[in-house]
């Protein structure tokens, strides 16, 4: 769910992906967000402006995970606001079929800086998955850094312990992605 929603694949040219756990970006990781260390599991770069990079716990995987850390890197000019709104115009489409669909669009003016938090779900396989998103768009000299945080519930118990966990980590979580140190990001 997490790859069809990224708004950089709506703003992308789509080409055959090359996929393997080989940093692409110059942020092998571990990353650590919120005490929790994310080991680099999934590498894409699917065309020479944009590169995905998905970071799960030990334990997790990108198939089947309950916490993601992800970083995408679109130097195709992409402005922080176009991607945001991109992605917004994505989930408003999203809102006649999916009843969890809702978001919120922070900005920091200073650093020209948007964070999305959005929750989405899908049933498409049969079982119900919940899934909460935090995306930090970051404006670089040639487009954006996308520093995500995605948290997943998978069945009725999963998705319920998803939400209700929400209340207590939802904001946290965003305050921490606002203010944490991001990897620096080598495209060399």
Known sequence: MHRFVTAFLLLAAMASPVSAQTD???????????????????TSHPNETYFKQEYVPAGQTVEQFEDMFMIDVLTNGTTPEAAAAAMVQSLDQRKGSDPVVNYDVLRNEQTGEIILDFMLSDSSSGSMVVEWNAYRY??????????????RGYGEDGARALLTGLKDRRQSAINTLAQMDVPEISLD
Not at 28 to 38: D, K, M, S, Y
């Open 138 to 151: 970051a404006p670089i000299e040639d487009g954006l850094v996308l520093y995500a945080i995605s948290r």
């Open 24 to 42: 692409a970006i110059g942020a092998p990781g571990p990353i650590t967000f919120e005490n929790v260390e994310f080991a680099l599991a999934w």
